[in-house]
Each structure stands twice: as C-alpha cells, then as structure tokens.
C-alpha cells in the first residue's frame, strides 16, 4: 500500500473552524463550493497586478492577496477552467435566469445572457472534448392557461464558454417531450425522463439519443443474477455507463465497449464507480487481497489510467463526486481521502489506518499542490493541510479558506461574510 509519510504538527489558526466536508453545498469555507449568493457591483476595471482586493482572507501562501480582483454579483459560481472564466448564474422568475461571464484574470465581463424556460431553470457547466459549456435547463408545462393544462416540456440551452456581448444566444436550443431532469454526466449531458428511459444530449452538436433501459441488460459474463432496474450514471464517449440500480451498486458496464468485471478477480464484481467530470473513479477489492484498489478509469475503454492500493472499507458513496476536484490541466484528480497522478499512473492514500489520522482532501492545483483537511484536535478543529502530490507529504496550512477552483494562474475564492467571490493570483 503507497502510505505517504506525513509530517502533520500543532497549527494554531486565525479563528476556529466550524465545519468539515468538501462537497458541493457544504458550509465549510475552505471546501470547493458549488451555489453562493451575494449583491452586485460593477467588476474592477483596472488590471489585476494594480489592485489590492478589498477582501483580505487568509488562503494558501500560494497566493498573493495584494494583487486580484473581487466581485459580489449573486448567483451560483460555476468554474470555466478551460475557457480561462468563471460564470455566475442568477436564477429570475419562475421562468427565467441570467448568465455573467467573467474572465478569471481581470473579473471583467466577457459576455452575458438571458435563458428562459417552463419552470426553475437550473444551471451547471460541462466539459467535453477540452471545452467548457454553460447548461441551462428546465422542466414545466408549456401552453397551460386557465384552461389547458398546457404540454409537459424540458427545455436545454447550450452556451461555448468563451463568448462576448451583452446578449449571447445559446448554439443549442432543445425542447423535448415530457418532463425530465437533466444533469452533467461527464461526457455528455444525461436527461432522464422516468425510470426507464434516458437521453443523452451531445454539447458540440446538439444530437439526442435515447435508451429504453428495460432493453439494456448487463452482459451474460457480468453477473449471472442482477437484481432490480437499470440506471444511466454517466456518459462516455462510447455511449452511456449503466449500473444495476441496487444499493451498493456493483455491476457496471457501456453496452458493446466494456464491463466492470474484467477489473477484478473477485468473482461477485464488488466495484464502485463515481464520476468526477469526464474521468470515473472505481473501487473494488480483488479475491484474497488485504487491501483495495482505487483507480481511475478511461470512460471509453475502461481501462486503468492510475491506481493505488488503500486501507479496505473506505468505500465510494452515491454522492462522492461532489467533493472530487480536477486540476485545470487535467493530470491530478483528488476525491475523499485519494489523489492520482494520472501522468505517472500513480496514486496516494489518506485514510484512516491504526497508525495514521485520515486526510480529506478538496482541491488540487495544476502544480500538484493539493489542499485538505486534516483530524481536529483538542486545540482546533478542522486543521487546513497542503499536501505535495510528488512525494505525498502532508503539511499543515496556515491558512483558513482553500479555493474552490484554481485555473489560468489563478485562485478563485468564497468569503461567506460577506458573499464576495475573490480572485487571487499565485505569488511569483
């Protein structure tokens, strides 16, 4: 088992911390965040190297707070890291949103959009083929009055990250038949429909395709007895992931590409699999083995692009995704208390053992620093920690927020007192 050395001592913070999690949506201000709100006002005009940001925190000494930019329009922050943006979406109506597009390096404007839908519009970012896209979507009743009830809808508006002007139309505008929910699914946008049929949605292009689940059995070398229904969990470049829809789910397979059996010798395929953007990180353990396998899978062949041996029973949940982070440049991934060097094939592990306190980890940099959260102690809870991803050593961080995306040499950070997004560079 690749166990880094660790070299973690007493930290003694600004002020205490008050929660831990890395996910989407968690309170912790050191977490790579997903939805925050705050009030508008104009971007800086002038160049970032010239301004001291009016919010000082206290971040990583990566970073150099006298330099950057700030802004507190409200919406959800949603990364570009590919497009060198960052988009902020402000839900309007009951039909309506707005999309600002910012550039990473100035905080100035690129581009905005109104989108309209029939219901909450909703609203995330999709990256295939090494571009950015902007989603908007919405289920509801098209038509209904005080007398129809109108024709159920699901309307997706696709948008290049990289745009200019003050009223940018989407390159794709979709309106399909029935209500559905749409989601990223790494490779591709997924819309479910009910339980049995899916569609996934082409950002580039534009073109559908759906499945009629009930037709989509696992293959006969898979599992000789799979309970319960079929579920699209991800899109790959080969076609949609299916997994048996039980809890834990263990049979995985892309019709006619490849099956999650032939990465175990454990004859009841014990596999987890969670997307993280367009990559797909698995667990499982093989026959009579003391430890598990985490690693990181090619969405198209499944095959392995970078691996490491772990404690066993540190298992991948539904939602573990959500606090999974990928460097900008694509060659660090981090989720939970495992980080890949997928340049090398390599990998390391955190987690808790009978020797060692576990790590959990949030964000990584292109540089391979990546950041988390160490075991509170009596004198201070949820201790900040750098770790070097060439050698793994863990270090302590005196630093209080982490960034919840790094990208174009820059850090974009949450201050939650005063809902501000803050763009520092790295210190030369």
Known sequence: MNRPKRALLAVVAAGLLTSCGGGSGSDDPGAPHGPRTGTATPSPSTSPERVTPKTQLSVPSVYDTTRGWESDLPGTQIPLPHSGAVAVFREGGRNDGTFTVLDVTSGKTLWKSEVKGFGLVSAFSVTVQGKDYLVASASGAKGADIVSKGREVTTIDIFPARAAGDNVTPAHHLELDGEGGVSNGGGGLLAHFDEDVVMTVDPVTGATKTYDLRKMKPPASECTLCLGSTKAVAVTPRGPLLATNTQPRRHYWVPGAWSGGTLTTDRENKIFIAPVKDS??????????????????????????????????????????????????????????????????????????????????????????????????????DPRVTIDLATGQVQPGDYIVAPFADYSGYGLFWDDATNTMVAYPHAK
Do not use: M
């Open 280 to 381: 797909l990180v698995a667990q499982w353990r093989d026959e009579g083995a003391p430890n598990d396998t985490w690693a990181v899978l090619d969405p198209a062949t499944g095959k392995i692009r970078a691996k490491v041996d772990c404690a066993p029973d540190q298992r991948v949940t539904a939602d573990d995704s959500k606090g999974a982070s990928l460097s900008a440049g694509g060659r660090y991934l981090v989720r939970s208390h495992t980080a890949f060097d997928l340049d090398k094939g390599t990998g390391h592990c955190f987690e808790e053992t009978d020797q060692d306190k576990p790590v959990h980890l949030t964000g990584v940099t292109d540089d391979g620093v990546a950041f988390g959260i160490g075991a509170s102690t009596a004198d201070q809870a």
